[in-house]
């Protein structure tokens, strides 16, 4: 019950990663606010957490709307009284050309934009003046290498990283941990989505595993948990990879 009585906002929270964040917080005793721009999917979210004994709400709306997030974080400070950790979930990708990319402001509005506006909702309407409190930013492995195909996205998720780092050195004095998972090929809904696009890629991605498969969702999210929690307590500014030793094959060999 490493989260008992905390508050939790996760933002894309309605399905993939951060759905499970939503169940493995809830279950260790936090209170979780749960976003999604699809209502749908905040509500079904929040149904699941409470079927399984936890307790949730919903917060859907638009993640890269400055406005909303701002707003969204006073509703739970109003209604719960603080922010104890926030995790920056939400993220977008699509699989086009550079040349042809006619989603880049879109995606980094999503993918960069918003874990800015909603972190800094977060400290100045709670973490700065309780001098507490923990930010947990997904990037991808798009965060450390590039690949073809998805510019946006890999500009974003470096610059994720980038914010991380701005932000844990420049809060680390007011209690706040800011820090950056980035996953590697995971099971959601997304990946599905972009193996149906270009699948012979993805056979490619999976066969360079070293551990020989893709992750889970939940351990994705364990590794959330982590970050966000009490035994992370002198962790702040990291740039973590979960990846199942994908970045460690640098070499462009192939796992025996």
């Known amino acids: 019950m490493r ?6 906002i996760i933002t894309g929270a309605g399905s993939g990663m951060g759905l499970a964040a939503a169940g493995l917080f ?16 905040a509500e079904a979210a929040v149904a699941s957490v409470e079927k399984a004994g936890g307790r949730a709400h919903a917060i859907p709306g638009d993640v890269a709307d400055e406005a909303f997030a701002r707003e969204a974080v006073g509703m739970v400070v109003s209604r ?7 995790v920056n ?34 400290a100045v309407q709670s973490m700065i003046p309780n001098r507490a409190g923990a930010i947990v930013n997904v990037a991808s492995n798009a ?41 590697g090929l995971t099971e959601t809904n997304m990946i599905r989505e972009m193996e149906a696009i270009d699948a012979d890629r993805f056979v490619e991605r999976r066969r360079r595993i070293p551990m020989g498969r893709i992750g889970r969702p939940e351990e994705q999210a364990a590794a959330m948990l982590y970050l966000a929690s009490d035994g992370s307590s002198y962790v702040t500014g990291l740039i973590m990879n979960n990846d199942g030793g994908q970045m460690a094959l640098y070499s462009g060999f192939s796992p025996q």
């Not at 989260?3 to 939790?8: A, G, L, M, N, S």
């Not at 809830?26 to 999917?41: L, M, Q, R, S």
């Open 143 to 183: 965060g450390f290498a590039a690949f073809p195909g998805d510019v946006g996205y890999i500009a974003s998720k470096h610059g994720v990283t980038g914010l991380t780092k701005a932000l844990a050195v420049e809060w680390a004095g007011h209690g706040i941990r800011v820090n950056c998972l980035c996953p």
């Open 89 to 122: 979930n939400a993220g977008v990708s699509t699989i086009e050309p550079a040349t042809e990319y006619g989603v880049w402001k879109r995606t980094m509005s999503i993918n960069l934009d918003a874990p800015f506006y909603w972190s800094r909702a977060a």
């Open 80 to 86: 719960s009284g603080r922010v104890d950790v926030l």
């Open 3 to 8: 989260f008992q009585d905390k508050i939790v």
């Open 26 to 41: 809830a279950a260790e005793g936090a209170t979780v606010w749960i976003n999604d721009i699809k209502a749908d999917a």
